[in-house]
């Protein structure tokens, strides 16, 4: 292979995000300076903050540049190295962005370069050891605080982080109910992922539902959608609930800005909180988070799922998938085998 | 006098509450039991919280019901005990309501029956030292938690709560930006409050003046009004920022509910906490909080207001005074002298 195939942003969308907003072009294979890495990307990870990203406005990262490669998470291997910590062959975690091949250098690098540990599955360490696996853990214990027998409830519950989430619940001893679209994800949260229960929102009255299946109220709320799936959450908090603010995919391609819950004084009536957080802030402490993860996974408490795409000409369309409620787990791509 | 004259909640308000949702009536006046005690009432306080009790939904407190005298803090004097506790005489402290006489059981009255220490004018026990001046304290300093040379912002300011919190952040080494209406409230506020700067929402661009008069962000805003001054002010919120909801008077008399703001998702890119309270919760603490601000009264740093109405038929349009704006400071209402 000796050229570099990328997509770009071409331009910010308007409403839902898909393929015209992204160009293809071809470039060379760019060369490492000292202290640099060249990295092939193998497997893409999709994220639902990925469509902020896109947008021209100060966020938690500045925005990605009209005709820069899309921003992404990514693990890949080591090409050529010329910096002292990285080898030939090193399979690695970085944010390598929609193309085959990467310029990194590891210490300036966003997010980091880190070398995945012998064994690992890239599917794994993408999705229940990465960036969604991580924000489900911290959002969840450190926010959230969930005490044993407690009621959690969990937005996008079959999303890559709300499974996560929703499994640490139920190991710390809560009684977790889900919200997801459709039957099959919401089977997979029952029969796999052991939730105490679950809400079809495409097919089922969310507000009413969480009555019924919440019947001690709700003292951890875990949202990811936002918009009218929080607003029926706060009708039904506990006193001294904590609402964990992870995301709000619900509006992330609205094209006006969505209203917010009318309820917010429940926050008051219930003393309650609500709270944002950023998963970077912790990546710190990842280290002791990814062993107490993998336990669980070895210990048989934790399930993931993967939604696996291939083809470098799928990845807009592949983003798109978030927003359209396909995937069930971690969407992942993969571009090639490791060498 | 031989009759109590009584205000009944004649019927549950919808929109702006008005003096025909209450009924004038003359009963008896009641005679205690034992262990109870008669209070004459002299002083009834209005607070927003009000317009919530006369909703028939459950809340903190349960709803005043139809053909109940109406719920509210009042200063009266023992006029018959037959509690070992109480003395004919004796200023106190309770939840009187809109009547002249009322029967307390001491040791099972809504937030009790408490002397009033001897000195203090009922003026300063009702606003300063009393419900509002304790949410201001307790919301400010637990809740938001402010640090010397930090941003404060207040909604409501001019306010009994709003403008208690916003001294509180001054003494505590804040700057301090008010949001209030008019510009009469303003120049309290600015000239002897010692607010760092004030916003007149009534004749100013609310979004922009914060960014203005809040140059390093906001990083404790204390809301008393919800809406689009809550809405505002999450466009402009600092890193790790706390919103104290305290209240959301703008929506009080809507009768609609009214949509929540479009930005919480700035909650997140913030790593911000929003969280509401309810002051009963911390009145097992509320001696110390009272000598604190007693000290800060004596020693001129803690200005209060207070907007005392008169005469018993005037009871019902004081409560609507609130939710127009008309008072400055505390809105309280004198029924009679002690004796």
Not at 15 to 32: A, H, Q, R
Not at 116 to 135: F, N, R, Y
Not at 242 to 248: I, N
Not at 313 to 318: D, L, R
């Amino acid at each position: 292979m000796n050229t570099n195939r990328q997509w770009l942003l071409a331009n910010r969308p308007h409403g839902l995000v898909g393929d015209d907003n992204f160009e293809y072009i071809e470039t060379n294979i760019p060369e490492p300076a000292d202290g640099e890495v060249l990295v092939r990307n193998l497997y893409l990870s999709f994220d639902p903050t990925q469509r902020g990203w896109m947008e021209d406005r100060e966020s938690y990262l500045p925005p990605v540049a009209i005709g820069e490669a899309m921003r992404a998470g990514s693990i890949g291997q080591v090409v050529e190295s010329r910096h002292a910590g990285f080898a030939t062959g090193d399979l690695v975690q970085t944010t390598g962005g929609w193309q085959d091949f990467v310029i990194v250098a590891p210490d300036q690098a966003l997010m980091g370069l880190n070398k995945i540990p012998a064994g690992v599955p890239p599917e794994m360490m993408l999705s229940v050891l990465g960036v969604t696996g991580l924000t489900a853990y911290w959002g969840l214990l450190d926010l959230g605080q969930p005490k044993a027998g407690e009621t959690v409830l969990v937005s996008g519950a079959a999303g890559a982080t709300g499974s996560i989430a929703g499994q640490i619940a139920k190991i710390k001893g809560c009684r977790v109910v889900g919200i997801a679209g459709g039957p099959e994800k919401c089977a997979w949260l029952k029969n796999e992922a052991g939730f105490d229960d679950v809400i079809d929102y495409k097919n089922e009255q969310v507000d009413a539902r969480i009555g019924e299946t919440c019947p001690n109220k709700v003292d951890v709320f875990f949202d990811n959608v936002g918009g009218n799936i929080l607003e029926a959450a706060l009708n039904h908090i506990n006193m001294h609930a904590r609402v964990v603010l992870c995301g709000g995919i619900s509006g992330y391609n609205a094209t006006d800005p969505i209203p917010g819950p009318a309820n917010l004084m429940n926050l008051v009536i219930m003393r309650a909180r609500m709270e944002g957080f950023i998963v970077i802030d912790y990546m710190d402490r990842a280290a002791l988070a990814v062993q107490e993860l993998v336990g669980w996974i070895e210990g048989g408490e934790l399930k993931y799922q993967v939604d696996l795409q291939t083809g470098f000409e799928n990845i807009p369309s592949t983003l798109t998938r978030l927003f359209t409620g396909q995937n069930i787990g971690k969407q992942l791509l993969k571009i090639a085998d490791p060498a």
